[in-house]
């Protein structure tokens, strides 16, 4: 990444965390969303914003030097063990917010099978199995890895906006219920975006592998909708078609859709245009090799 894009990412992180925190003191954002994203992010952001011209001075005076030679050709090992160490902290978290939550469920006499049909849930459990996957072989790759990655991915990021902007404060919440939403919603989501974008491997996806992707959603739309018919229950209100009908619930499908291509699209150009450090750290190597 240039020191330029990273400066405009950086402006445009410290922005959102900025209005975040507005909303907070407004009272239009969550205490504990402000406390766990945006008050951080807005705090860290600044603070590099303000080092990193001194950053990049220090670093033009001394990339010439035996440090920072051994440094570019570092190995993939320590930033592969960081890549580890995230993926199974966020398949451990993510497992017991599942777990905690399916004894409420059983404790309150809900149905799993309805608590299993949660968009959330499924892209939460996707990203947990991925992420304990990777924890053991970080070396996997084949085409159904990069699929299922890429499913993963986009999955818990719709989850992430489409709870903030739709359904959040729909339900008021307390006790462990407080606790495992702020995990499946917000906490998963963000790790998981932020590991990939620090963290990730780059240049694994291509259009094609987007629009197998996007059959992940339709798939799940058109089960909800079709055991929604049977059992008149559905798992959020823009796919209610008994209160709302079919003509306003399938806009909303399309509009599901198209946020997810749009974020697709995203993510399919930040992975061809901005190396990750575990990224460069691997090409580093292998230009050594």
Known sequence: MSPRLLHRSLRVLHLIAAWGTIGYVYGTVPRSVAQVGFVPILGLTGVAMWQLPGIRRSVR?????????ELATLPTMRAEGVARLWAGLTAVIGFAAVVAQLVLVVRDNLSAV???SYYTIDSNLIVIVLAAMFAIAPQRDSAGWRLASLIGLLS????????TSVLQGLVELGGVGRVTNIVFHYLIPIVSVLGWLVLGSRGRWRPSTLGLAVLFPLAWLAYTLIRGAVVHTYPYPFVDVDQHGY???ARNCVAITVLFVIVGGVILLIDARAPSLRARRHRAAVAVD
């Open 156 to 163: 818990i990021a719709i989850t992430g906006i489409v709870y």
């Open 61 to 69: 005076r001394h990339r010439d030097s035996a440090f920072f030679a």
């Open 247 to 249: 003509a306003i619930v």
């Open 114 to 116: 309805g608590y299993f």
